[in-house]
């Protein structure tokens, strides 16, 4: 999530939500659902990050300075729900971005971005645990620094488990002043960055340039021994803000860039005008309730001059090629009828 312009965060925490319908969902007479239609809240709701455990969803969003996770059995559905915030930034502390959860080594872990109260350039990335890695609404700890001995600019962590049995840290910092592109590093803990930091990608074509020069938003899929890195390209407050992917294969060292490939250079999930959907992006991925499918948490708005103030959390199933790769879907507008996920 990137802050050129700083207004925009005041008119996104203070907005009122809009009138986005609800109540699209469609079940059949057995109680199971059997279509549904986005948005899945009806709250604005940027970055959404879903995580699935013992069976439930979790939705984690930030809004007004506080991380607030909700609780759901429907993927596709989180109106209503029982939530609880976990976190409220502490005072001096301000614009809390994009925090997502993660179980990493049989514990939880929210990790987000939040500055100084005084200068976009001062963001850096933090982390809490929760109590009871059980119940991701139980109680969690005090804020960490990710990177504690890095004055650095750095939002959108994410953490990759990899094969290798190594964690590593994934992010948007700035390679130059005038862009902000993707970095790794290994983590000694879950809960700390080490040295080296390397630079994986950096905005280089038009579809990434729009608004300002932009690689954020990192999330890491697996499938069927391939690793895939998901991120997003161009302003968010662009309509163009879309997906970009790169991946790594054959567990290579993750911390060489050169051992990524980096050659699919075009947003694999953008835009759809016909159906009034723009800012495709910032996205997370779980596993249908049967586990045979997989989903794809994204924002977007509905008009093509909203500057980013009404992103709400939407869904869409994902597909996958023959060569193991994901197989993005065409983005829909709000209202559309979808199959529901598998098993639900």
Same mark, same amino acid.
């Given at each position: 999530m990137m802050l050129k312009e700083s207004f925009l965060l005041v008119l996104f925490y203070g907005a009122i939500v809009s009138a986005v319908p609800?109540?699209?969902h469609n079940s059949s007479s057995h109680g199971v659902q059997a279509t549904f239609a986005n948005p899945v809240i009806d709250i604005i709701s940027p970055d959404p990050s879903i995580f699935k455990l013992n069976g439930v969803y979790y939705l984690t969003l930030a809004s007004n300075n506080q991380i607030t996770i909700f609780k759901s059995y429907d993927l596709t559905n989180f109106r209503g729900v029982e939530s609880r915030v976990v976190y409220r930034a502490p005072s001096g502390r301000d614009n809390l971005w994009a925090p997502e959860l993660h179980l990493v080594r049989g514990n939880l872990y929210i990790y987000f971005t939040m500055d100084d109260g005084r200068a976009d350039q001062n963001h850096r990335m933090y982390v809490i645990r929760a109590q009871d890695p059980n119940n991701p609404l139980s109680n969690w700890g005090g804020e960490k620094r990710v990177c504690p001995n890095e004055e650095l600019y750095a939002i959108d962590g994410t953490v990759m488990q990899y094969g290798n049995g190594r964690?590593?840290?994934?992010?948007?910092?700035?390679?130059?002043?005038?862009?902000?592109?993707?970095?790794?590093a290994p983590m000694e803990d879950p809960e700390t960055v080490l040295a080296?930091?390397?630079?994986?990608?950096?905005?280089?074509?038009?579809w990434e340039m729009h608004g300002f020069p932009v690689n954020e938003g990192p999330f890491?899929?697996?499938?069927?021994?391939?690793t895939f890195l998901v991120f997003s390209g161009s302003s968010t407050f662009t309509p163009d803000y879309c997906l970009g992917i790169m991946g790594i294969d054959d567990l290579?060292?993750?911390?060489?860039?050169?051992?990524?490939?980096?050659?699919? +250079?075009?947003?694999?999930?953008?835009?759809? +005008?016909?159906?009034?959907?723009?800012?495709?992006?910032?996205?997370?991925?779980?596993?249908?309730p049967d586990n045979t499918e997989t989903w794809m948490f994204y924002h977007a708005v509905n008009a093509v001059n909203d500057p980013g103030i009404n992103r709400f959390a939407r869904t869409q199933k994902l597909e996958?090629?023959? +060569?193991?790769?994901?197989r993005f879907p065409v983005a829909v507008g709000v209202g559309r009828q979808l199959p529901g996920p598998s098993g639900q």
């Open positions: 609800s109540g699209y964690l590593y840290f994934i992010w948007t910092g700035n390679p130059d002043p005038g862009s902000m592109g993707l970095f790794i080296p930091r390397i630079l994986l990608r950096r905005p280089k074509s038009e890491i899929i697996e499938n069927e021994g391939r290579k060292d993750p911390l060489v860039a050169n051992n990524w490939w980096n050659d699919k +250079d075009e947003c694999v999930f953008k835009r759809n +005008d016909a159906e009034g959907v723009f800012g495709t992006g910032h996205a997370t991925f779980v596993k249908s996958w090629n023959p +060569d193991k790769a994901p």
